[in-house]
């Protein structure tokens, strides 16, 4: 079984910053894709930004420039460090990973329980 944790969330007043990770565990052979969601009570779950195996990223339009996704395969971890922060950013915040758990199979998507970000104006 594939677990993803986070941890990092926290309430922040308005231009703060946060770093969101994001942790692995179990049993698989790799990850591809890892990527941070957030969703807001009575709205649609987003993609806040992705990062690919190799290093590429992407990011929604709302949050190119503060903030920034990384990884570190060695450790299964997916980071996202949020600065300058607005009362917009306020969300829950979910883990997304693609995870290979075995040559039977394709990779399939797992998630994370969420973490809170709350930004104070």
């Known amino acids: 079984q594939v677990q993803l944790v986070e941890s990092g969330g926290g309430l922040v007043q308005s231009g703060g910053s946060l770093r969101l990770s994001c942790a692995a565990s179990g049993t698989f052979l790799w990850i591809n894709d890892m990527a941070w969601y957030r969703q807001v009570p009575g709205e649609e779950r987003e993609l806040v930004a992705a990062?690919?195996?190799?290093?590429?990223?992407n990011y929604a339009d709302s949050v190119k420039g503060r903030f920034a996704i990384s990884r570190d395969n060695a450790k299964n971890t997916v980071y996202l460090q949020m600065d300058s922060l607005k009362s917009e950013d306020t969300a829950e915040y979910y883990c997304?990973?693609?995870?290979?758990?075995?040559?039977?199979?394709?990779?399939?998507?797992?998630w994370g329980r969420g973490t809170q970000v709350t930004v104070s104006s």
């Open positions: 990062a690919t195996r190799g290093g590429r990223t």
């Open positions: 997304n990973a693609a995870v290979r758990v075995s040559l039977a199979q394709m990779a399939r998507d797992y």
